[in-house]
Each structure stands twice: as C-alpha cells, then as structure tokens.
C-alpha cells in the first residue's frame, strides 16, 4: 500500500528558506518517477518538480532556479529544498507518483508571509 507523509512546512518570510520532506512506505522511491505538487488556495493543484529513476530532475519556471528535488534511497525519502521563497509560494505542497499522483499524503502547508 501506498503510503506518503509530507513534512517541513511552515511559515516563513519572503527570501526565506524550507526544506521538505516525503516519507514514502510500501513502495521503494528509486523505482518511481516522483513529483511535487502544490495548491494554492483557491487554486488548481500546479505541478512543481519531477526527479526521475534515475535522478534527472525538472522543474516548473515559476520555481526553477530556487527549489530542488532531491531524494535519498537509504531514507526512502523524497526531498524539496526551497529558497528565495515568494508569497505566490504559498499552498500545501503534496508528493506523490507521476503515474500515480491522485495518491497523495496530507500535504504540508508553506506560508510565505512577511
């Protein structure tokens, strides 16, 4: 069974940093392709960040050059590191698989607020 808990979030100040987290159980993270996804209130869910089998990783416009995906196998934990941070960073930010990013965690809320 799949099984993902988000962690790390928190409020923060504009130019701040934070680091999240992604617990993954019942399945093994290297064997997956994994995203980040985030919903700003009022929002559609908006996708941040991917990290391949093999450790390529892409992301949005809105965040590139700012966040990485990371992940680290012995942990079977996903990672996003974020700096810079906007207030239109703001939302609950979800991990989840690619092909399979309806299951997702509770999601950890990131408040970018001066």
């Known amino acids: 069974q799949v099984q993902l808990v988000e962690s790390g979030g928190g409020l923060v100040q504009p130019g701040g940093s934070l680091r999240l987290s992604c617990a993954a159980s019942g399945f093994t993270l290297a064997d997956y392709v994994m995203i980040w996804l985030r919903q700003a209130p009022g929002q559609n869910l908006e996708w941040v960040s991917t990290?391949?089998?093999?450790?390529?990783?892409i992301y949005s416009g809105s965040v590139k050059g700012r966040f990485t995906i990371s992940r680290d196998d012995a942990k079977n934990t996903l990672y996003l590191q974020m700096k810079n941070l906007k207030f239109e960073d703001t939302a609950v930010y979800y991990c989840a698989q690619r092909d399979n990013w309806s299951t997702r965690g509770q999601g950890t809320q990131v408040t970018v607020s001066s």
């Open positions: 990290i391949n089998e093999g450790g390529t990783t």
